[in-house]
């Protein structure tokens, strides 16, 4: 399905919404309801998409300042963040081993980090920093979804060596078990689990309202050296830039959702009902017709060059 922008969509619904053209708010506020029906009612089964948490960012020649035991580096947009954990091997020169070893971050602003060493340097210095691309606090290590991930479904953690351990999601810390046990504690096997804790604090969105993502807690070996390939649930963005992009970008779905948006709207629903029916059906046949292509692509790969027609070839 070809790409759809917001400024797209507006031209090409506004007919079906108002007469005032699609610089008319409705139009607007029509196409952002429907968008978050796709993306929220549960009933697209496309709303899933692949996001990788990498467990690891380097940093190269970060320069190294003191003042005590109080070290800063400055780094041009580093992105690290409060409770950030950083490893720092060697140093030039390699005299000021006050520098090296794992340090938690104290405080950070958009180009520098600081945070506090076991010994006082003599000098300045600069080094090579691995971050940890997770986050730790007194509880231990978590990680934030952004914005536009509602839930990780599916992980798979990779390390350096591309061997890889497929983690558990649990929803709580305590489940629900039946036979009249009642909640209890989770019991982890293998390296490391997930355990959802609920959104974090918001944080703002380009259209100046809030969105919480979620927070997940690592639970076994902390994966320090690894990247986690996740499946995950798509959230709802407000859309607001004119080259913001629809997702779904079905045109024919979005021409029933807003026919159903306007049915709600005279409260005739079940009208409504109808038009969402259908703007689904076009959702979910178009993602049937990719995975088929998809199906069919393997099938001809795989006939193509299967064994015995290689060995006819020799």
Same mark, same amino acid.
């Given at each position: 399905m070809a790409s759809l922008t917001y400024a797209q969509a507006q031209s090409l619904l506004a007919p079906f919404i108002t007469s005032q053209g699609?610089?008319?708010p409705a139009v607007g506020s029509a196409i952002n309801f429907v968008n978050e029906r796709f993306i929220t009612g549960g009933q697209w089964?496309?709303?899933?998409?692949? %996001? +990788?948490?990498?467990? !690891?960012? #380097?940093?190269?020649?970060?320069?190294?300042t003191?003042?005590?035991?109080t070290i800063t580096g400055t780094y041009a947009n580093h992105g690290l963040s409060v409770g950030t954990l950083?490893?720092?091997?060697?140093?030039?020169?390699?005299?000021?081993?006050? %520098? +090296?070893?794992?340090? !938690?971050? #104290?405080a950070v602003t958009t180009n520098t980090f600081t945070f506090t060493s076991v010994y006082?340097?003599?000098a300045n210095a600069t080094a090579t920093v691995v971050a940890s691309a997770f986050t730790s606090d007194s509880n231990g290590t978590y990680i934030?979804?952004?914005?536009?991930?509602?839930?990780?479904?599916?992980?798979i953690a990779v390390d350096t060596y591309q061997s890889g351990e497929i983690g558990t999601i649990m929803n709580d810390w305590f489940t629900f078990e039946e036979a009249g046990l009642g909640y209890l504690q989770q019991q982890y096997s293998g390296d490391f689990q997930l355990v959802r804790q609920g959104p974090s604090p918001a944080s703002a969105l380009p259209s100046g309202t809030t969105s919480d993502s979620q927070r997940y807690r690592l639970i076994g070996a902390y994966p320090e050296i690894r990247t986690m390939y996740c499946l995950v649930k798509r959230a709802y963005v407000p859309l607001v830039n004119p080259t913001d992009l629809l997702i779904p970008s079905?045109?024919?779905?979005?021409?029933?959702?807003v026919q159903a948006y306007n049915y709600e709207n005279i409260n005739e629903l079940e009208r409504a009902q109808v038009y969402w029916e259908l703007a689904y059906k076009c959702l979910n046949d178009a993602l049937e017709a990719y995975e088929q292509g998809v199906q069919d692509s393997v099938e001809i790969q795989w006939n193509a060059f299967r064994p015995s027609l290689v060995q006819n070839l020799i």
């Amino acid at each position: 399905m070809a790409s759809l922008t917001y400024a797209q969509a507006q031209s090409l619904l506004a007919p079906f919404i108002t007469s005032q053209g699609s610089s008319d708010p409705a139009v607007g506020s029509a196409i952002n309801f429907v968008n978050e029906r796709f993306i929220t009612g549960g009933q697209w089964r496309g709303n899933r998409f692949i %996001y +990788t948490f990498n467990g !690891q960012i #380097t940093l190269n020649s970060v320069a190294l300042t003191h003042s005590g035991t109080t070290i800063t580096g400055t780094y041009a947009n580093h992105g690290l963040s409060v409770g950030t954990l950083i490893t720092i091997n060697s140093v030039t020169p390699s005299s000021q081993t006050a %520098y +090296t070893g794992t340090f !938690q971050l #104290t405080a950070v602003t958009t180009n520098t980090f600081t945070f506090t060493s076991v010994y006082t340097p003599t000098a300045n210095a600069t080094a090579t920093v691995v971050a940890s691309a997770f986050t730790s606090d007194s509880n231990g290590t978590y990680i934030d979804t952004p914005v536009g991930v509602d839930a990780i479904l599916r992980i798979i953690a990779v390390d350096t060596y591309q061997s890889g351990e497929i983690g558990t999601i649990m929803n709580d810390w305590f489940t629900f078990e039946e036979a009249g046990l009642g909640y209890l504690q989770q019991q982890y096997s293998g390296d490391f689990q997930l355990v959802r804790q609920g959104p974090s604090p918001a944080s703002a969105l380009p259209s100046g309202t809030t969105s919480d993502s979620q927070r997940y807690r690592l639970i076994g070996a902390y994966p320090e050296i690894r990247t986690m390939y996740c499946l995950v649930k798509r959230a709802y963005v407000p859309l607001v830039n004119p080259t913001d992009l629809l997702i779904p970008s079905n045109i024919n779905a979005y021409r029933y959702g807003v026919q159903a948006y306007n049915y709600e709207n005279i409260n005739e629903l079940e009208r409504a009902q109808v038009y969402w029916e259908l703007a689904y059906k076009c959702l979910n046949d178009a993602l049937e017709a990719y995975e088929q292509g998809v199906q069919d692509s393997v099938e001809i790969q795989w006939n193509a060059f299967r064994p015995s027609l290689v060995q006819n070839l020799i």
